[in-house]
């Protein structure tokens, strides 16, 4: 359902920004990646680290978000309404709202894609039924997944809950690890620098043997990792050799971008390219890594901006409605699984390292509709499939594993699965133990 809001606009930063600790690898943006310098310090990993927030004013008569405090220039910077971008807006010239467009002839060769999927892009996937089908990966509880925030991830939240893995958007050697959990770490690429790096990154590797490491956290975000395509290949190539050489049984996921739109498409595309241009071969990825949010993309707006590197200026100019809608959000998987199959790599699984509803309930966000949408989310990507697009492996499901943004955040506490301070768990929370030890 629609809602009306006396605001139209929402400046809203996804995923965690990272912490440099030690010595560090230098990344030069839009070139490339420097060589391994220093000894870093062998102090713990950096802190979990949390979302941007910068708001407008909340609708009229309601109270400020919790934690939102003005200040001059940082996050929470009261917004007027003449800077506000319209309600509704046309994509920019030369940006369509349709799937984006199968390679060119010149890409093809490139990056070796596949035939071209049957499906029309309005076409979808059908669903699994409610009963376990013979081929699978992971059992439900081994998919649903949650990104820590605030909380450090300890047995009694893993029992209460009953996720089967996890994310700090960073890397801690100590990080919980047990049969009913798994962790995965994030090496981050945030300011130009790795993190971390040297021996603290290579003791860590020897710490966690046998783990998915995710490369980047939202690589496309200028909050966030922002890394040129070009900048970001080379540095995925140069870790992706080192953690291999040290661990020949982990696996490495790309960074997930944002969202899975035809802007940040393109932007993967020029990741692929620059790999392929400066070693001579495809970029080897033993698990394709997505985020799934639903946020304008717009030049100087509110949502996720414009990749760095790329001259749009805008893409898809959703608005705060959009924000929870079920349709746009299968969409953009279904579009994501195309661009993989068209690109050779529908073999891989596909994980949903981050999303969840980011917006305040005084935008039109109360915690009974997020609560709909996150069950609705988990039941659309533990049955969506099909044989054409989903992993063969996993019975043509077109996800493998999810994760929920997220346990506590302050300042983004929508998405709260416990409570600050007890550590009870919300409504949500309630809600997230209930689906992850039911029968499916």
Excluded at 18 to 43: D, E, H, M
Excluded at 108 to 124: C, G, H, Q, R
Aim: glycine share 10%.
């Amino acid at each position: 359902m629609r809602r009306t809001v006396t605001i139209t606009a929402l400046l809203l930063l996804t995923g965690g920004l990272g912490l440099v600790v030690g010595g560090i690898l230098v990344l030069q943006q839009g070139t490339g990646l420097a060589a391994l310098s220093g000894t870093p310090s062998a102090t713990a990993s950096p802190p979990p680290t949390l979302t941007e927030q910068i708001l407008p004013p909340p609708p009229t008569a309601t109270p400020a978000p919790a934690g939102l405090q003005p200040s001059e220039g940082g996050a929470g910077t009261p917004v007027s309404a003449s800077t506000l971008p319209p309600a509704v807006a046309p994509p920019s010239p030369g940006e369509s709202t349709a799937p984006p467009a199968q390679p060119s002839a010149a890409s093809a060769s490139v990056l070796s894609p596949t035939a071209s999927p049957s499906l029309s892009p309005t076409s979808s996937p059908t669903a699994l039924p409610n009963t376990p089908t013979p081929l699978a990966l992971y059992s439900l509880r081994e998919r649903v997944g949650v990104g820590s925030g605030l909380r450090r991830v300890t047995p009694e939240l893993v029992s209460l809950l009953g996720f089967g893995w996890y994310l700090d958007w960073t890397v801690r050697s100590e990080g919980l690890r047990a049969a009913e959990v798994s962790y995965m770490p994030m090496i981050r690429l945030r300011n130009g620098q790795i993190t971390p790096s040297g021996d603290a990154l290579l003791a860590a590797v020897d710490a966690l043997p046998g783990a998915l490491w995710l490369i980047g956290n939202e690589p496309d975000v200028k909050w966030q990792d922002d890394v040129t395509p070009e900048a970001y290949a080379q540095a995925y190539h140069d870790l992706y050799a080192l953690l291999k050489a040290r661990d020949p049984t982990c696996q490495v996921a790309i960074a997930g971008v944002s969202q899975p739109t035809p802007l940040r498409l393109r932007y993967l595309d020029r990741v692929l390219q620059a790999y392929h241009q400066r070693y001579g071969h495809e970029m080897p990825v033993d698990v394709w890594n997505v985020h799934n949010f639903v946020l304008r993309e717009e030049r100087g707006s509110w949502g996720v901006d414009i990749p760095p590197g790329m001259d749009d200026a805008a893409g898809r100019l959703y608005d705060i409605d959009d924000h929870d809608d079920l349709a746009l959000f299968r969409q953009q998987l279904v579009d994501f699984r195309r661009w993989l199959k068209e690109r050779g790599q529908q073999d891989k699984q596909l994980i949903v390292t981050e999303y969840g509803i980011l917006m305040p309930g005084e935008y039109g966000f109360p915690p009974e509709a997020v609560r709909q949408f996150m069950l609705d989310t988990f039941e659309l990507m533990r049955t969506l499939a099909d044989p054409d697009l989903g992993q063969p492996a996993d019975g043509g499901r077109l996800v493998q594993r999810w994760c929920w943004f997220s346990l506590q955040d302050e300042r983004y506490p929508t998405g709260d699965l416990v409570q600050p301070g007890s550590g009870q768990r919300t409504l949500l929370g309630d809600a997230f133990a209930g689906y992850t030890t039911s029968e499916r």
